[in-house]
């Protein structure tokens, strides 16, 4: 059984923009400062209009990774990517976080918003992501709405947990992963991931993993 996150401790949703093809690495280096899993999406840099007079003029691939580390881990692995020179170079790395307020499904402990030091401010709105293997998002959206969601956005990405890489020909193989974002009250938010967590096995071992974090500031309609 997962233990709970220690007391006072404080994780983080980090957030790693890198040039095409970097994604494996960093996933790589992620793991041996004892970050585990990971999730990475494709996507495109642009440079602003004003200079090129187009969007698209001088766009560049990019891979985004998803990382759930504590506090400590994220400032070491920002570290290490300063060592690389990495964040200092234009247009070649962005890194952020955002303070996760609860979490479930992690190899290393699980948090609820109660345990979390942020976790007390009231927000309208909460955003829960849920990483799951392809083919899974439909339940995973399915048991949200039952729980009162109104909606949601898949994503398609590919991870690396300690449960789910494999080896071909001494080469890692990162399956294809589903990301599913909703953005719910804060009122039916703990009845959302709860719902998710037991309809798809949220905590049992290589499943996935949930977390979620307050969103500050909301516009759009998700009820029609």
């Known amino acids: 059984m ?6 006072g401790s404080r994780w983080l949703f980090l957030t790693v923009i890198v ?11 992620a793991r041996s400062l004892g970050i585990g899993g990971g999730t990475v999406l494709l996507g495109q840099g642009t440079i602003g209009t004003r200079q090129t007079g187009r969007l698209d003029a001088l766009s560049e691939s990019k891979e985004i990774i998803g990382l759930i580390a504590s506090e400590e881990q994220a400032a070491r692995f920002i570290r290490t990517m300063q060592q690389a020179r990495l964040l200092v170079q234009p247009r070649r790395c962005v890194a952020l976080s955002i303070p996760v307020i609860a979490l479930t499904g992690s190899s290393v402990c699980q948090m609820t918003p109660k345990q979390n030091p942020i976790g007390g401010k009231s927000f309208m709105k909460q955003a ?5 293997d392809k083919g899974e998002a439909e339940r995973v959206v399915e048991a949200a709405e039952k729980a009162g969601a109104l909606g949601a956005t898949v994503i398609n990405a590919r991870g690396a947990g300690k449960h789910e890489t494999s080896q071909l020909f001494a080469m890692a ?10 953005v719910v009250d804060q ?14 096995q949220i905590n049992e071992p290589g499943r996935g993993i949930a977390f979620t974090v307050n969103v500050e500031q909301y516009r759009g309609q998700t009820d029609g």
């Not at 009122?187 to 798809?200: F, M, N, S």
């Open 2 to 7: 997962i233990e709970s996150c220690p007391s």
């Open 187 to 200: 009122a039916v938010a703990g009845q959302v991931l709860d719902r998710i967590c037991q309809d798809c």
């Open 19 to 29: 040039e095409r093809g970097g994604g494996s690495k960093w996933l790589k280096e």
């Open 128 to 132: 829960i992501w849920v990483v799951v």
């Open 173 to 182: 193989i990162e399956p294809e992963k589903e990301m599913v974002l909703l």
